[in-house]
């Protein structure tokens, strides 16, 4: 299903248009409950521009970059929400819902921020959006407390290592070292390039193929494009590729976020499977990180493999903001469809609603 298809299936796409202004009113509701206000923008407007320099920004996330991501056309839709506190700004989020669900624009891009906001403001702001918004605090100063309107919270560790340390002795603890001698071998003559020409696209746009299977790109690729771009201009950002010759076997990116390498995309190359062209790629990487003179390097979580390349070190944390206006449309919806169910089943007989709940074809 096509990045517009999801959008058209929003959250917002059970209103008819007319009612619109309606769950408006419940959005600025659950912001009133806040005690905060938000003016909604489908698109950027100039005053916007004012209110930006008004928050505060991060070197991994400047104002400028996140008025190019809000502007940016073919992503998904966006929404700019601005959200005041006695008529005075106190953030701008940016959404935008590409997949069926709303996320921050920096979701999976930028890490340690979701958008501009004023320092302690973030646990009510979340609420006041009136959205059901998945956010992800990837390497956040400090993770939130958990509250009645977060919901599918799940709490992880993300893997890393001081750059002080010595990478081989953790590595034949872990069991990992003979892993990494074999792919040395295997990979010998092999070429480490950073920064090459046209490696941060083949490396995002293979994540994208091989991860979320999108052979055209998927609806947020040029977000995530923009946003490697920018920053790589500015030393933030770095291209890791392994060359056999001229042919690409593997590659990793890396942000530069508090003077340590986060890994960020990877692709390998297929072809290059049997050489464990990603598992020297990763070796190097360590080695490239210390020598870049950088504290760390993490390599996220979720997978168990990563404990064989680095220990626990940071927190990370995924929840849906589930404010009391979701809540009650999810009620209200439940029980019009089961209302709907009963009067079909009435009308219609108990063939009314298919085992995949759609209609009965017709004889």
Avoid at 236 to 248: A, T
Avoid at 279 to 289: C, G, I, S, V
Wanted: hydrophobic fraction near 40%; aromatic fraction near 12%.
């Amino acid at each position: 299903m096509s990045g517009e298809e999801y959008t058209r299936r929003s959250v917002h796409a059970w209103i008819p248009p007319g009612k619109r202004f309606g769950w408006m009113l419940l959005r600025q509701a659950a912001a009133a409950a806040q005690g905060l206000r938000i003016v909604v923008y489908e698109n950027w407007r100039p005053e916007l521009d004012e209110v930006l320099q008004s928050l505060p920004e991060q070197d991994t996330f400047p104002h400028e970059l996140f008025r190019l991501l809000m502007t940016l056309p073919g992503s998904g839709r966006k929404q700019i929400i601005l959200v005041k506190e006695k008529g005075e700004p106190i953030a701008l989020a940016g959404v935008r819902n590409s997949w069926g669900y709303w996320e921050s624009v920096t979701h999976g891009i930028v890490p340690g921020v979701l958008f501009p906001v004023k320092e302690n403001y973030l646990e009510r702001v979340l609420p006041a959006l009136g959205l059901d918004l998945y956010v992800q605090c990837w390497r956040w100063p400090e993770l939130p407390q958990i509250v009645r309107w977060m919901r599918q919270v799940e709490l992880l560790w993300s893997h890393g290592i001081a750059c002080s340390d010595d990478f081989e002795a953790y590595w034949r603890r872990s069991g990992n070292f003979k892993t990494i001698r074999k792919a040395r071998n295997r990979c010998r003559g092999f070429e480490l390039k950073v920064n090459a020409a046209n490696s941060t696209e083949w490396i995002i746009k293979g994540w994208d193929q091989r991860w979320r299977g999108s052979q055209d790109g998927g609806p947020d690729i040029a977000d995530r494009l923009v946003a490697a771009e920018y920053l790589q201009k500015r030393g933030l950002y770095y291209s890791h590729l392994l060359l056999d010759g001229s042919k690409p076997a593997a590659g990793v990116t890396t942000i530069i976020h508090r003077n340590e390498a986060v890994a960020h995309y990877s692709y390998r190359n297929p072809d290059y499977d049997r050489h464990g062209a990603m598992t020297r790629l990763k070796e190097l990487l360590f080695f490239w990180a210390r020598d870049m003179g950088l504290d760390a390097i993490s390599i996220g979580q979720r997978h168990d493999y990563k404990l064989r390349w680095a220990p626990e070190r940071d927190r990370y944390m995924t929840f849906k903001v589930y404010p009391d206006i979701i809540l009650a449309r999810d009620r209200v919806s439940r029980s019009l469809r089961a209302v709907n169910g009963k009067l079909g089943k009435m009308i219609h007989g108990p063939g009314y609603l298919t085992a995949s709940g759609g209609l009965p074809e017709r004889p």
